[in-house]
């Protein structure tokens, strides 16, 4: 019933959306849980839950109510995925921050292509009691990028550290695998992109974006209420995300407090 009814609410609202917003957003989503009071529904990933809780929640809810189903609530949960690690590597996903400290030689310098800071290492961060997680969990994805905690999402005030200990990730991955293609950037940066990509003709990013084996992308409030630009991010969000590559995101805001 759950499959039926979902792609009856599907095909009304394709005709009630542009064509790339129903293919960026809805064309991989599944109506998982049907209940008295509440639907749930599987999206790609967590970039795509933010999305269908500000933007689309209500507009769900008018053609389910059409289809005889008037749930209180919609809960919106990422799909599982199977697929194996590409780098060989696992992970894990923190939500608190680090504080930045001194810094320390490195073993060696990462390449310049990767905009790493070389002199941002584990060895050089302290860790206290209100960055232990954050720090335990970054270790995890320098262990193992690319499978069990994927995304990794760093959220915390400015001046925290969160800028030292992802690109700590970084250079500690390519210490071990030199061959990785790790990228760092900073939201500003992709914005800029992808407005000269499209003010100027340029070629597309997403080549750039959508080769590296870990993406780290720093200052993501930056986004806030650029839509064109949330739905190429989403993109090379999900093609990462789909080939068990690694990203790492920071903030200095929560996702909820983030405007589409």
């Not at 759950?2 to 394709?14: K, T």
């Not at 049907?34 to 929640?57: G, H």
């Not at 950037?185 to 003709?201: A, D, G, S």
């Not at 992308?217 to 989403?234: C, L, S, T, Y």
């Amino acid at each position: 019933m759950e499959h039926s009814l979902w792609q009856s609410v599907l095909s009304e609202i394709e005709l009630s959306v542009p064509h790339a917003t129903f293919v960026t957003w809805f064309k991989n989503t599944e109506l998982i849980e049907l209940a008295d009071e509440q639907v749930t529904i599987a999206v790609p990933n967590i970039f795509a839950v933010r999305q269908f809780q500000v933007k689309f929640s209500d507009q769900i809810k008018q053609v389910l109510a059409k289809h005889g189903v008037e749930p209180k609530q919609i809960e919106y949960t990422v799909k599982s995925t199977t697929k194996r690690r590409t780098i060989s590597r696992e992970t894990t996903q923190a939500d608190t921050l680090p504080v930045d400290t001194r810094p320390v030689q490195q073993k060696s310098s990462a390449p310049q292509t990767t905009s790493l800071n070389p002199r941002y290492t584990f060895s050089g961060f302290i860790v206290g009691s209100s960055n232990d997680l954050a720090y335990a969990a970054c270790q995890a994805v320098a262990q193992n990028p690319g499978t069990k905690y994927n995304p990794l999402f760093l959220y915390g005030g400015v001046g925290l550290g969160k800028t030292h200990l992802m690109q700590a990730v970084g250079n500690e991955i390519l210490l071990d695998n030199p061959a990785a293609k790790v990228l760092y950037i900073n939201t500003e940066t992709f914005v800029k992109e992808y407005v000269e990509m499209i003010r100027f003709k340029k070629k597309s990013i997403s080549d750039k974006y959508r080769s590296v084996d870990v993406l780290i992308v720093d200052d993501m409030q930056f986004i806030a209420g650029k839509e064109k630009v949330q739905e190429e991010f989403f993109h090379t969000f999900n093609a990462l995300h789909q080939a068990n590559k690694q990203i790492i995101i920071s903030s200095d805001k929560p996702p909820k407090s983030i405007p589409t």
